[in-house]
């Protein structure tokens, strides 16, 4: 199959680029480089440097490649800076996703898989949260991504666009070509190994003091491998009809200090640590039920164990000490 993977340039459409190219998809990878690599992009895949609201260039690309399905991966994803900069997001998420839509509805191409988030869900009111959970994000960031899932819906209902909407939960890891390179970095698991590294001088946790058992957040994290597989397997399954999927995997989650713990034992070296203030928002446990994923697809994670995830992305740290540059 003809696929193109907007944001294949970047740390989790790197990977899915990986995977299906390792299946014997053809790609091509549609990217900007503002924020991705273009030494990211896989031997195997074709990049187009270009940005989603490039009509023509848009157009031109799913035309001219016969492209039959895409996965949508392009967009801006940091909390804070959506608060600050709520129009760069819905200009971002919202009206790129849509000029992605409309070009799909001028060349005929029916399929798209979604980057979503957990975001869509806000402060969850249960644990782990399922499909069927209210969706109430509080911010500009999750309310970007869950306007564009609406949309699809609408334009599957008038147009036939078959979708299927992935929430992540947290991404991490890396594959043994793909891995995480963010300027700035935000993710605790990169920061914890550059810290290893001496890149950081410090962790900083963001509060100690949450209803957890050892008072830090507990998240939920899923290998990026594990995530891309679950990109084709919702590929596949649109000849089925639309679908909405959280991408976790369930269980108590690890909280902030186990991730500290691990990093340490994996790597072998002390991190130093500073407790910080709450920020602002931060819900003390985000788990996800991956359960209609696993029933329906049968979706199984090979790399759930976080010493895997941890290890992982640590080699790929010390293969690429300046990252892709």
């Not at 294949?8 to 899915?16: H, N, P, T």
């Not at 991966?73 to 600050?84: H, N, P, Q, R, Y």
């Not at 070509?177 to 890149?199: F, K, N, S, W, Y």
């Not at 995530?227 to 649109?238: D, T, Y």
């Amino acid at each position: 199959m003809r696929i193109l993977v907007t944001g294949g340039a970047g740390y989790i459409g790197s990977v899915v680029t990986e995977e299906l190219v390792r299946d014997g998809h053809e790609v091509v990878v549609y990217d900007s480089l503002y924020k991705g690599h273009r030494n990211a992009v896989v031997p195997g895949a074709r990049l187009i440097q270009a940005d989603l609201l490039d009509a023509e260039t848009l157009r031109a690309t799913l035309a001219d490649n016969q492209i039959a399905a895409v996965i949508h991966m392009a967009a801006d994803s940091l909390v804070g800076e959506s608060v600050a900069q709520p129009a760069k997001y819905y200009r971002n998420n919202l009206i790129a996703g849509l000029a992605l839509l409309d070009a799909m509805l001028a060349t005929d191409v029916k399929r798209i898989v979604f980057s979503s988030t957990a975001a869509t869900y806000g402060e969850p009111e249960k644990q782990p949260i399922e499909e069927s959970d209210p969706t109430n994000p509080t911010n500009p960031y999750g309310e970007s991504k869950l306007a564009f899932e609406r949309a699809m819906r609408w334009y599957d209902q008038a147009y036939g666009l078959r979708y299927a909407s992935l929430r992540y939960f947290n991404a991490a890891g890396a594959s043994e070509v793909c891995g995480e390179d963010h300027d700035p970095e935000t993710h605790l698991i990169p920061i914890a190994l550059q810290a290893a590294t001496g890149r950081r001088e410090y962790v900083e946790i963001y509060g100690d003091d949450y209803p957890t058992p050892d008072g830090t957040c507990i998240r939920d994290y899923i290998h990026v491998v594990d995530l891309a597989r679950a990109h084709i397997l919702a590929l596949h399954a649109l000849d089925n009809g639309s679908r909405i999927y959280n991408l976790g995997c369930g269980g108590a989650g690890y909280s902030v200090k186990q991730v500290i713990d691990v990093t340490r034992h994996v790597t072998g070296r002390e991190l130093p640590l500073r407790i910080g203030p709450r920020r602002p928002g931060d819900p003390a446990v985000l788990i996800a039920s991956p359960e209609k994923i696993k029933r329906e697809l049968g979706w199984q994670p090979r790399f759930q164990d976080l010493n895997l995830i941890v290890d992982s992305a640590w080699r790929w740290l010390l293969a690429h000490t300046n990252g892709y540059e």
